[in-house]
């Protein structure tokens, strides 16, 4: 199975894609399962381990900013064994604002992908794919924010642990950031608790979130990173 795929995306608010190139010295490294389709599932780590997500969203001309904290986020993945894996059918669970509930995160069919050649841990390329004119929105307290784009995230690292065949895939990521070209907001500034007139920039972490695999008829898979 995949457990313990833990992406620290920043990302998307996933976060997906995570891309890499792999080293001229060695073949191309990827993800693999034991079995073909392989059904991921993304959900809470179940050890206790901390599995929030934050968006940070700041003003690029002052010090303001807006904080979202989201406790999980659950999706599916239909592949596992090829340089990319999409993410699917995601939802943001128990989200607050700059600590306060009421936050709803609308990802109008908006998927994630992951690139996963090479494990390179300097930069890589995060994307957000969505249905045509629909973006991500961040629904609180009368505003909304927007996300639609491709990232930019750093310190990214892909680890196989365990031994098969219940070998799990370890995916760290620092931090994702998301340009001004990408986010808009709606509302007025007490409403969003930052200038929405103004240029917004913004930055998505995680905590732990477990990838698990199985067969499409619910039997765990073995899966690693080479």
């Not at 693999?32 to 700041?58: A, Q, R, W």
């Not at 900013?65 to 599916?76: A, Q």
């Not at 608790?193 to 695999?213: D, K």
């Amino acid at each position: 199975m995949i457990r313990n795929l833990k992406i620290l995306f920043a990302a998307a608010l996933t976060l997906s894609a995570l891309g890499a190139m792999a080293s001229s010295a060695h073949a191309v490294e990827e993800f693999h399962c034991s079995v073909n389709p392989c059904h991921g599932t993304l959900k809470p780590d179940g050890t206790g381990k901390t599995s929030h997500h934050v968006f940070i969203v700041e003003n690029e001309l002052t010090t303001e900013s807006v904080s979202f904290t989201c406790e999980s986020l659950s999706g599916e993945s239909f592949s596992v064994g090829f340089t990319e894996i999409t993410l699917e059918h995601l939802a943001y669970k128990n989200c607050t604002a700059n600590g306060s509930a009421g936050v709803t995160v609308v990802m109008n069919g908006c998927d994630y992908s992951m690139d996963t050649v090479g494990g390179r841990v300097d930069s890589a390329l995060a994307r957000v794919s969505c249905p045509a004119a629909v973006k991500i929105e961040i629904k609180y307290n009368g505003c909304v924010i927007s996300v639609l784009g491709a990232f930019e995230s750093f310190g990214i690292g892909y680890t196989t642990v365990g031994t098969s065949p219940t070998r799990e895939v370890t995916v760290t990521v620092n931090h994702v950031r998301v340009p001004s070209s990408v986010i808009s907001a709606t509302g007025t500034k007490a409403q969003c608790l930052i200038n929405p007139a103004q240029r917004l920039v913004g930055t998505y972490t995680t905590g732990n979130t477990l990838v698990t695999g199985e067969t499409f008829a619910g039997v765990m898979a073995d899966a690693w990173y080479e």
